[in-house]
């Protein structure tokens, strides 16, 4: 079975088997490396132009931040009573700036994640995506709700952590000793409840995206396909992060690579459990 998208009941191009297997940590990041590097030209051309607008949106709103905080410091005249005061105006730019900046940034980087995992599930379906292919996307309205379920559910786990910290650094105006334990305790319990929530959340975009489930749905469904075997998908799951982490870390240009072995690598550990069509490991 294919995804669910346009173009998705093609056949595929290249050997793919599909059913039960059981689950193996490092085969999708084998199997992202050998799928990428054999159709490299699309995935370098599309992660350069989203990192290409990225950084162009980024720096839009940095000019019109900074723009505001340097024109309103030089059209203050101190002599002129109805001159308004720099500083209050160009703090009220800047930040209004900055409240824009964020939702923008982030709802492109959602649609970068959609496009990109539309050209994951091509490899994963045995065909090997053209530029164009990655854009052919329906389901909006329900990959942006999972996107939303996503987002609170991350900050959902979150939430015990940041009260156990509030609770640390009240405590430590009466003892500094257990203060800071409540704050270490609190950074360690954001990093559980990050856990805790990461293969579920990363699944629940896929299922969607691929039609196994709608919106409300996904969540039950990715805990019930992650439960059993919670620590192996983990355990996936962080080595296909940490090679795109590696990419941002080279100043970003090493991400032009990682960021499709990061996705096609999470498009095959969600195959691996639901099942569905998988390429053949290549030799």
Excluded: H
């Excluded at 595929?12 to 590097?37: D, E, M, W, Y």
């Excluded at 334990?181 to 929530?197: M, R, T």
């Amino acid at each position: 079975m294919g995804v669910a998208q346009p173009g998705g009941d093609e056949p595929p191009t290249s050997p793919v088997f599909s059913g039960p297997a059981p689950f193996n940590i490092t085969q999708p990041l084998s199997t992202a490396f050998k799928r990428v590097n054999a159709n490299i030209g699309p995935w370098l051309g599309f992660s350069a132009l989203a990192i290409v607008s990225l950084v162009v949106l980024f720096l839009v709103f940095m000019t019109v931040i900074f723009g505001g905080l340097f024109s309103s410091i030089s059209a203050y005249d101190p002599s002129d009573p109805t001159s308004v005061d720099p500083s209050a105006a160009g703090i009220g730019a800047a930040f209004t700036g900055i409240l824009l900046m964020y939702p923008v940034l982030f709802a492109l980087m959602f649609v970068v994640m959609v496009f990109m995992y539309r050209g994951a599930f091509e490899e994963i379906d045995g065909r090997r995506p053209s530029f164009g292919t990655f854009f052919r996307v329906n389901r909006w309205g329900a990959l942006i709700g999972a996107w939303l379920i996503t987002g609170l559910m991350a900050v959902a786990a979150q939430i015990p952590g940041y009260i156990l910290m509030f609770m640390g650094l009240g405590a430590s105006t009466q003892s500094e000793g257990a203060g800071g334990a409540l704050v270490i305790l609190s950074y360690l319990l954001l990093v559980a409840g990050s856990i805790a929530v990461a293969p579920i959340t990363a699944l629940i975009p896929l299922l969607v995206m691929d039609g196994r489930a709608k919106v409300l749905e996904a969540p039950a469904l990715a805990w019930n396909l992650v439960k059993g075997r919670f620590w192996s998908v983990l355990g996936a799951m962080l080595l296909a992060g940490l090679v795109g982490a590696i990419g941002i870390m080279l100043c970003y240009i090493g991400a032009l690579y990682t960021m499709p072995i990061q996705m096609v690598a999470y498009a095959e550990i969600y195959r691996q459990l639901i099942g569905g069509r998988r390429p053949v490991p290549m030799a």
